[in-house]
Nanobody
Framework: QVRLVESGGGLVQAGGSLRLSCAAS????????LGWFRQAPEKEREFVAA????????YYADSVKGRFTISRDNAKKMVYLQMNSLKPEDTAAYYC??????????????????WGQGTQVTVSS
């Protein structure tokens, strides 16, 4: 069992930055690929970024590539999403998720086993 708690959301102007954090608790953290997803009102939840359990591989949605950076600290059981050059279309609830094994390059929401409660990011124009 893995419990995930996100933090760091808020209101920011377009062009600004935010850093989301996700704290994990449970028996083990290593071996899990971690991802960030987001969901805007009346839209489906979509993949944002993922990092492999060893942090050797990362993968990004085209819409955030070059602006967002995912990272993890296994010793602290933390995963981060640094978001720069934010745009109004980045406005959404952001969720941290974990899955045991598998490919970091598979962005399917259904493959992730554990989810946080979400943190709201609002980007004003």
């Amino acid at each position: 069992q893995v419990r995930l708690v996100e933090s760091g959301g808020g209101l920011v102007q377009a062009g600004g930055s935010l850093r989301l954090s996700c704290a994990a608790s449970g028996r083990t953290f290593s071996g899990y690929n971690l991802g960030w997803f987001r969901q805007a009102p009346e839209k489906e939840r979509e993949f944002v970024a993922a990092v492999s359990w060893s942090a050797g591989s990362t993968y990004y949605a085209d819409s955030v590539k070059g602006r967002f950076t995912i990272s993890r600290d296994n010793a602290k059981k933390m995963v981060y999403l640094q978001m720069n050059s934010l745009k109004p279309e980045d406005t959404a609830a952001y969720y941290c998720a974990a899955r045991s094994g598998g490919s970091v390059y598979n962005r399917n929401v259904r493959l992730y086993d554990y989810w946080g409660q979400g943190t709201q990011v609002t980007v004003s124009s």
